[in-house]
């Protein structure tokens, strides 16, 4: 079946509604179902009967509702009233679709729940989980949309089949795709089975082709325009994203009935560029389509239709240019990126000459061009102005990049590029015989810099007519978006939400948006939701609901407040109890929350009924929460003990109820320094006790314990003991104590005194070794009192002191005393007491003498026995002790033996002996005496005389005795006066 005969049997089946729907482009319609009102693109909505110039103002007009959606809504919201719903409940029905690939449908007078309304539907075409995401701004290179590109141009609604249709852009599992959704407004289903994919290819060998053909590419071509529905078809165009090669202007017309593609239409098929991108395609009456392209020069001669306007042939074939304008410096406007596409098509009813009527195009450098719909006018080469169009108004703006608005004879327009330094007011001007007046009829005060929204006009016929229009410039720092309203009439401003920005403050801002107005309602696109604004009427409720029913006693009670509705600000105040009440905030708009908190000391033990009242607009209405208020004591019996140290103090500590309190309660004990607290009972409930017992008290000090109990509820409750550790002290007026050597006693007197009030009986012992002795003057006395100590049995001591211990006792405690008796003396000792040397070598000794308690005087220092053949020597033999330590030496001195020379005789004499040549001189002798015939008599008597003369030595040389070989010890000997003190050393001589 061909195109032709598809639409002539759709038109038969549905000729009533589609009559009524496309009769007139400017018919007025209660649903905002496309772009910008109709598809004529005028921007005005005649059919608004409840707000006027009147009622928009900061005091009756403000926000309503807040709608929470999942990304950036660039698409203009739509609106369809009386949608039945599966559930048979009848809605006015509001739709946005997101960057982030999702269509909502709110109610439009649904109520919030604090935060944000709740969707009737939600479709989301993305699935992370099988790969199906977003496009985003660095996969095409480009930053307009950031971070996510999914859904832009504004959905179209079929209000005769009620199928809402978007298309989406998406990347599946690494590739890019587009899809056209036909969505069943009621439920968001698919219808038609949709979705489908766009794919398109047409003739040409432009940027991009390959062997004589042009495939579209879902990545590179941006769908911004808004959709066009126009007899049974739904018209699809694409521009760019910044102009990132390649691109072209796509145009497609899809079967609205079963979503396939009709016809697809490139502007630039030879070239590049052309894209249609600005408001959205227009349609007249008769189903002629309007687009503005963009950039890229113009030949059409070759079908290249950057920079123009066309009229579409929609006769029932494939798409084609029908007729077209473009402006004299096309070229110019192409290379200083001054897209004619900027503010798409608005086609205006005739008002004199033109019978169709007239279009109003523009371009990014503001000059304006009225054209014949039936006549566009071609292009004519030269130097300009055009005159073979209607009229062309060169600069009247800075640029326009939204569709201007038209409504009873005038045309709103606003520029977007920043032409002073304080933006561009919105302008009116008169249109009279088809053509513009040459300045503005009327001009805002408030001026707009860069972004800003696309004016929209709401108005009862020709009657309170207001322009609506978003102020953006917060875009690049994520601020809030401004709705403004003007009076159409003197372009005098009525309202903005900023007056009221507590309760009016719109969502971040969004670039380009255009508001939807309907039924008395203005819906505004933002960054992560869609606002609701509407006249404030008292419609309101709202609901307390308290943060725990049952609360500890003595802590403030927490009650939230949930507005609902809408209207004015809702105020609230307590009647009861009538003070200890306080919100925060005092004031909110419907739909937000509130805290509301009692203080503790309005809340009594056991039940409370705290009524609040919610006002708004002299409207009153009350809500009462019931809050239970429980807890408990504890006491202790007794609350204060007094111990002796080193015993433990014990506590009975009770716990009662208040309020009704049941359950356990867990006791903590926290006691100061080393004291512990041990508890029977961790847990008791009330009406029980558990025992406290405080061990390890500080001696002499009050000690505090606090007993602190919670219940599940978290009531608290404490108690406090006092612990007092009786003690007492005992010390000695003197603990050393100096005598004379050989004297027998030694006293000390002995002071005590009570701590923490003590004044009991304190028995005295005493802990020595015999022989001493000790004796008490007394041996009890009471704290506070003294005792003297004689001590006895040291007489025949020799140690340099004396050590004993004084016990002090009262009931168990102890304490003790350490003291000294010391004698009056000196010591004596060496740093060596025995050393090895040779025979002839000397031993020295360093003797050091220490005063002993104070002694002073002269010591003797003697040393004996001496070394044999040898000598003890002592420097000095007297040592003076005068307060320091003083020292001496003690030298031993031995005798080495004589030296040896010569041979030795092979029978040596014995030792002390003559030398063997005496002895044979002596037999010669005596032997010649009796050769001589002497008497034999004489030389025996010679050689008994030498004999007798060798054993007595005679005349033989005599050896020097030395110090021989052993070990000797000899003894040092201290006197000073009746003291004396020796000390033994030892030299070992090898």
């Known amino acids: 079946m061909s195109a032709a005969c598809r639409f002539a049997l759709r038109a038969a089946i549905r000729l009533v509604l589609l009559s009524l729907l496309f009769a007139a482009a400017l018919w007025p319609q209660t649903a905002v179902w496309t772009y910008h009102d109709n598809n004529a693109r005028t921007g005005a909505n005649t059919t608004e009967t409840q707000l006027t110039p009147a009622d928009v103002n900061a005091q009756d007009f403000g926000l309503l509702l807040r709608a929470r959606v999942d990304g950036d809504i660039f698409a203009q919201p739509l609106y369809l009233p009386n949608v039945h719903l599966p559930n048979g409940q009848t809605r006015n029905l509001v739709f946005v679709a997101t960057e982030n690939d999702s269509v909502y449908a ?29 496009q985003t701004s660095g996969e095409v290179h480009c930053d307009d949309i950031v971070p996510s590109i999914g859904i832009t141009g504004t959905p179209v609604i ?48 432009g940027v991009g082709s390959a062997g004589g053909r042009l495939s579209f590419d879902p990545l590179r071509e941006n769908q911004r325009a808004g959709l066009l529905l ?21 145009l497609m017309a899809f079967n609205a009935g079963d979503l396939h593609l009709e016809s697809a239409y490139v502007s630039t ?28 020069g113009i030949s059409p001669s070759a079908g290249q239709m950057g920079e123009s306007v066309l009229r579409m042939d929609t006769s029932g074939g494939p798409l084609a240019t029908a007729d077209f304008f473009s402006p004299w410096n096309a070229s110019a406007l192409s290379a200083i990126n001054a897209d004619l596409s900027s503010q798409g098509t608005v ?29 566009l006018g071609g292009y004519v080469a030269g130097s300009g102005p055009d005159g073979q169009i209607i009229q062309e108004m060169p600069g009247v703006s800075s640029g326009v990049l939204g569709t201007p608005a038209y409504w009873n004879g005038g045309l709103y ?7 002073t330094t304080l933006g561009n007011p919105l302008q009116a001007f008169a249109v009279n015989d088809d053509q513009l007046g040459s300045a503005p009829v009327a001009e805002a005060s408030v001026w707009f810099r860069f972004p800003v929204g696309v004016p929209v006009i709401s108005a009862n016929g020709n009657s309170n007519g207001i322009v609506w229009l978003l102020e953006e410039s917060a875009w690049a720092s994520g601020g809030p978006e401004v709705l403004h309203a003007f009076d159409a009439q003197t372009l005098q401003e009525l309202y903005n939400s900023g007056q009221d920005a507590r309760r009016d403050q719109a969502g971040a801002a969004v670039k380009f948006g255009a508001p939807a107005i309907a039924d008395g309602e203005v819906f505004v696109p933002a960054s992560g939701e869609l606002d609701i604004y509407g006249l404030l009427g008292g419609q309101f409720d709202f609901t307390a609901a308290a943060q725990a029913g049952t609360i500890a006693l003595g802590q403030p009670a927490t009650i939230r407040i949930q507005t609902t509705g809408y209207g004015a600000d809702v105020t609230f105040a307590c009647s009861a109890p009538s003070s200890g009440c306080s919100f925060s905030p005092a004031a909110v708009a419907p739909g937000e929350s509130a805290t509301l908190t009692v203080a503790a000391s309005a809340l009594s033990a056991g039940g409370n009924t705290i009524t609040i009242a919610a006002s708004q607009a002299g409207s009153s209405k009350t809500a009462a929460v019931s809050i239970t208020a429980q807890g408990f004591s504890l006491s202790a019996n007794p609350n204060a003990v007094s111990v002796m140290a080193g015993q433990t103090a014990q506590f009975q500590v009770s716990a009662a109820a208040q309020g009704g309190l049941t359950g356990a309660i867990n006791l903590t004990c926290q006691v100061p320094g080393r004291t512990t607290c041990n508890l029977s009972s961790s847990s008791i409930n009330p009406g029980q006790s558990a025992t406290v017992t405080l061990a390890s008290l500080p001696a002499g000090t009050e000690t505090v314990a606090e007993i602190s109990g919670k219940s599940a509820i978290d009531a608290t409750g404490s108690v406090k003991l006092t612990a007092t550790a009786w003690d007492f002290t005992v010390m000695a007026a003197h603990s050393t104590v100096v005598i004379t050597r050989g004297a027998d006693a030694a006293k000390f007197t002995l002071a005590t005194a009570g701590m923490a009030g003590f004044t009991g009986a304190i028995n005295l012992s005493c802990q020595a070794a015999p022989p001493l002795a000790c004796s008490f003057d007394p041996a009890e006395v009471n704290a506070g009192d003294a005792s003297t100590l004689t001590v006895s049995g040291m007489a025949t001591s020799r140690a340099n002191q004396l050590a004993l211990t004084v016990s002090a006792v009262s009931n168990g405690d102890t304490h003790t005393v350490p003291l000294t008796i010391g004698f009056s003396d000196f010591s004596m000792s060496a740093a060596e007491t025995s050393a090895t040397i040779q025979p002839g070598q000397s031993a020295t000794y360093t003797l050091t003498f220490a005063p002993q308690f104070g002694w002073t005087g002269n010591i003797a220092v003697t040393c004996a026995p001496a070394p044999p053949a040898g000598s003890c020597n002592v420097s000095p033999q007297v040592v003076s002790i005068s307060g320091n330590n003083q020292t001496a030496t003690i030298q031993l001195v031995t005798t080495a033996p004589p030296a040896k020379s010569g041979r030795a005789p092979l029978f040596p004499p014995p030792q002390g002996a003559p030398p063997w040549g005496l002895w044979l001189g002596l037999i010669v002798l005596a032997g010649a005496a009796a050769a001589s015939r002497r008497r034999w008599t004489q030389g025996l008597a010679l050689a008994a005389l030498a004999i007798a003369l060798t054993a007595c030595g005679g005349n033989s040389p005599r050896v020097p005795p030395s110090t021989p070989p052993g070990t000797f010890q000899t003894t040092v000997t201290a006197i000073a006066g009746p003291l004396a003190h020796t000390l033994g050393l030892t030299v070992v001589i090898k």
């Not at 309304?117 to 989301?124: K, L, R």
């Not at 005739?350 to 304006?368: E, Y």
Request: proline letters at 6%; a negative charge; charged letters at 10%.
């Open 106 to 134: 709110f109610d439009a007078q649904g109520a919030s729940d604090g935060q944000g309304a709740a969707p009737v539907w939600v479709d989301h075409f993305t699935d992370p989980s099988q790969g199906i995401v977003t």
């Open 230 to 250: 126009s007899r049974g078809l739904v018209y699809v165009a694409w521009g760019s994203h910044c102009d990132y090669e390649p691109f072209h202007g796509w």
């Open 413 to 419: 327009l606003i520029g977007t590029g920043d032409k």
């Open 269 to 296: 098929p030879q070239a590049e560029g052309g894209g249609m991108w600005g408001g959205a395609p227009a349609a007249d009456a008769s189903g002629n389509i309007y687009v503005a392209t963009g950039n890229l």
């Open 347 to 375: 086609l205006l009813p005739a008002s004199s000459g033109q019978p169709a009527g007239v279009i109003i195009a523009g371009n990014k450098a503001g000059d304006l061009y009225v054209l014949n719909p039936n006549h």
């Open 158 to 205: 079929d209000t005769s089949t009620g199928t809402l249709y978007v298309v989406a852009a998406t990347m599946e599992n690494g590739q890019p795709v587009q899809r056209l959704h036909a969505l069943d407004v009621a439920t968001g289903a698919e219808q038609f089975g949709g979705p489908a994919e766009i794919s398109a290819t047409v003739a040409g060998d």
